[in-house]
């Protein structure tokens, strides 16, 4: 019998579709980030924050026109390209006309963000930190967010929220300039984008499917003008801290770490604490992992095989593929062994 996950079981978490109703009133607690140490603002998605972190960098004179370079990892999403390419110039090659660099903490886990920033002192660049799947993760201790001139949450990778991200910075001029844009942010702009992912959650599965579709595409397009959060995401994302929700990803991670304990080379890339993952890259044969790929699927778990930077540095990466294994909070124990059990025999 089949195990009874839903198909989107690697990409995202459970989206709210008409659970969104239960959020409409409530208490709305915006210190979502208040264990953080550095100030920040409430945006309506990643990509919005990422917006205003730009936007500022151009009225500074850090960056200077759409030409300016910023070097940016392999494999970054196709929509945060889209809103970079509002401001800057995205680059994958370390050139010497770069003016900063978009360091994303793949997965949830951390680049060699150290070095990374010692090289951007030396050079003289601005340092983003993308945080869209690095929710709660450390590095040396310290919070991944903390590192740059500003950084970048998308929590909609972590919690059934639909949007919503988050600006986090120690420039109290960049606070100062991307609060007051979310606080001026068009109420009719935030009611359509977060309408329209709601209605494509609705709707996907049904024969109006292609028409939520390029409801959401047009929505994307704007999506990083929409400053202010949804109340409605914050009250799910209270929802799902409350329920402890980050506790429940790394009871998951260590879960699948103790799993696969025996199998040389699966996580030896990985660090076992101080990481909440979006997913955990499983390392093995491509033949192996295609195979494992296959299996899942017969148990209604969707997943595939991607890139991840096992030397964890933008500046000399190095890419392998892995298979991604699921372990948010919307996943039990008897379901995430039976996912375990099932990559395990595909190796054999």
């Known amino acids: 019998m089949p195990i009874p996950v839903r198909r989107k079981t690697v990409e995202e978490v459970e989206y709210l579709g008409l659970k969104t109703f239960h959020h ?74 770069i003016r900063g660099l ?67 910075t120690d420039n109290p001029e960049l606070e100062q300039f991307a609060g007051e844009k979310a606080q001026n942010c068009s109420g009719m702009l935030r009611a359509y984008t977060y309408s329209g992912r709601f209605f494509y959650e609705c709707l996907k599965d049904t024969f109006l499917g292609k028409t939520a579709t390029l409801s959401q595409e047009m929505m994307y397009a704007v999506i990083d003008r929409s400053d ?28 699948v770490l103790d799993y696969f ?15 909440t993952p979006y997913i955990v890259p499983f390392f093995a044969g491509e033949k192996q992992m295609r195979l494992a790929k296959e299996n899942l699927g017969k148990i209604n778990v969707s997943t595939d095989i991607y890139h991840f930077d096992v030397n964890r540095s933008i500046l000399d990466p190095d890419y392998r593929k892995c298979l991604w294994i699921p372990v948010h909070q919307g996943i039990n124990a008897s379901v995430l062994e039976e996912i375990c059990s099932t990559i395990r025999k595909s190796m054999e």
């Open 102 to 168: 978009l360091v994303h903490h793949q997965y949830g886990f951390p680049q060699k963000i150290d070095e990374i920033r010692d090289y951007c002192d030396e050079k003289d660049l601005f340092l983003i930190e993308d945080c869209a799947t690095a929710y709660n993760s450390s590095y040396l201790g310290k919070r991944l967010g903390t590192f740059g001139t500003g950084s970048i949450f998308s929590f909609s990778k972590f919690f059934p929220s639909l949007l919503g991200g988050a600006l986090v």
């Open 261 to 275: 304990e025996e199998e040389s080379g699966a996580f030896s890339l990985l660090e076992g604490e101080d990481v």
């Open 24 to 97: 409409l009133f409530g208490r709305s607690d915006e210190n979502i980030l208040g264990d953080i140490g550095s100030g920040f603002v409430l945006t309506g998605s990643g990509r919005a924050a990422l917006s205003l972190i730009l936007e500022y960098l151009k009225k500074e004179g850090k960056i200077v026109n759409k030409n300016s370079q910023v070097l940016v990892p392999e494999w970054l999403c196709q929509s945060v390209l889209m809103s970079m390419h509002r401001h800057c110039m995205p680059v994958l090659n370390k050139e010497d006309n």
């Open 228 to 255: 202010c959060i949804s109340k409605i995401s914050l009250r799910a994302i209270n929802k799902q801290l409350n329920a402890g929700a980050v506790e429940k990803r790394k009871r998951n991670y260590n879960f």
